[in-house]
């Protein structure tokens, strides 16, 4: 395991996986695995955490950006369209590797297919859904 993940006040593996199986870090975890580019916006997760507010939802993305498993990554200034998202969220690579470690990932593809049975998205979840995304990440 790589020792970049979780240095964060050095946590161990142990109080990583607490970490991220806290219920709304989980939940964020969740809706960046089941997006169909596995990097929503910040407005998309927003979306799907009706129940948590807005602030809520950026401090704990902050948090698990802190504890390396994800990564902010932004279209670059010419890739970037007024009136869409340029900033997305995915996993790390150390972050996937180590909910993969810890069995965190057996649900992937059941949540992707959750996700592509949600009916009623709002029209901007849907425009900012199809929004271009960084290339290679």
Do not use: C
């Amino acid at each position: 395991m790589s020792t970049d993940l979780g240095t964060a006040e050095g946590m161990e593996s142990r109080e990583l996986v607490h970490f991220v199986t806290q219920q709304t870090r989980f939940a964020l975890i969740n809706n960046i695995l089941q997006h169909p580019d596995q990097l929503p916006s910040m407005y998309e997760l927003e979306e799907l955490n009706p129940s948590v507010s807005d602030a809520t939802v950026y401090k704990h993305i902050q948090k698990l950006i802190d504890a390396g498993i994800v990564k902010e990554v932004a279209l670059d200034d010419d890739q970037r369209r007024q009136g869409y998202p340029w900033k997305f969220y995915g996993l790390t690579e150390e972050g996937r590797e180590f909910l993969e470690n810890h069995n965190l990932l057996a649900a992937e593809e059941t949540l992707q297919q959750i996700y592509d049975t949600i009916s009623d998205k709002p029209e901007k979840m849907v425009k900012y859904e199809n929004a271009p995304r960084p290339d290679g990440v």
